[in-house]
């Protein structure tokens, strides 16, 4: 601030963390999230569930189901591949769908990525001449997932060619820690007219260097691994979703605000500020 500067106004700063505030962006979403207009007069609505240890979420938003607009037996093969992709994760949602009826898509889900946060973010609205400040507790970026199409392509593969899946599937890239293969020996060749044949044995060998590279690149996948089973072995629980307009939606704007009057006083100078906060 310059001296030549002008003070307009003063306002008082209220703070409060009575909620556990989180931000949800959603990149490629170009329209409000809400459900097709066809969709909400069939009675479908957005739901939402989270799995909390793995702090991972997903919305799940109904698809504009009409004749007009929408690909049936496209619809019914996605639909199975998505059945197929939760059972095979041991996330299938029970009570979905009738017996005897045919899986279909039916829903866009929105997976999220939560976003490590420099330092602390605040969100603030000015209120009735007053500034809230309310301290961010995670930020999630939502984008569609879309696994079930890997399901779909595996069994397309197998499907495929010579109606073998040799082929289509080899499984999980091999561990580093195991040792490699080694090579079948060739076969003895027949002596032929120009001269004799040698047997020649080849054999694979890893070789590490002296950084240790392997070793680290072996335990941070074993890391990654064991992050990954440990979400897909996570159960998920139901949440209730509410739109903006909802009034309960209404409900928890009002739990924003702080009306305490205690005042705080800052304990800490400009130097041991400028000494502790974090590099960028």
């Not at 601030?1 to 008082?12: A, F, G, L, S, W």
């Amino acid at each position: 601030m310059n001296e030549e500067d002008e003070i307009i106004t003063k306002i008082p700063i209220r703070l409060s963390n009575r909620l556990s505030l989180q931000i949800h962006q959603f990149p490629l979403l170009s329209r409000p999230l809400q459900a097709p207009p066809s969709a909400e007069a069939s009675g479908k609505r957005i739901t939402a569930r989270i799995k909390p240890q793995s702090r991972v979420l997903e919305i799940h938003v109904p698809v504009d189901t009409r004749p007009e607009v929408y690909n049936t037996e496209r619809g019914h093969e996605l639909g199975k591949g998505q059945l197929d992709d939760d059972r095979e994760q041991n996330q299938e949602r029970k009570g979905k769908g009738r017996e005897g009826e045919e899986p279909r898509l039916a829903e866009v889900r929105l997976r999220s990525e939560e976003i490590p946060q420099r330092g602390v973010q605040m969100l603030g609205i000015v209120h009735e001449n007053e500034l809230h400040l309310h301290p961010i507790s995670a930020i999630h970026q939502f984008r569609p997932t879309l696994t079930y199409l890997d399901i779909i392509s595996r069994k397309n593969r197998r499907r495929g060619g010579d109606d073998s899946d040799s082929d289509s599937d080899d499984g999980p890239p091999p561990d580093p820690d195991e040792p490699a293969p080694t090579a079948a020996p060739p076969k003895k060749e027949k002596k032929t007219a120009a001269g004799e044949a040698k047997e020649v044995q080849v054999s694979a060998r890893r070789i590490d260097d002296k950084a240790g590279n392997i070793s680290q690149l072996s335990n941070a996948r074993k890391e990654m691994l064991a992050i990954i089973r440990a979400e897909q072995e996570e159960s998920w629980q139901n949440l209730e979703f509410c739109g903006m307009t909802t009034e309960e939606a209404g409900h928890s704007l009002d739990q924003f605000f702080s009306y305490n009057n205690e005042e705080l006083h800052c304990s800490t100078d400009v130097t041991t500020f400028l000494t502790t906060a974090p590099k960028t």
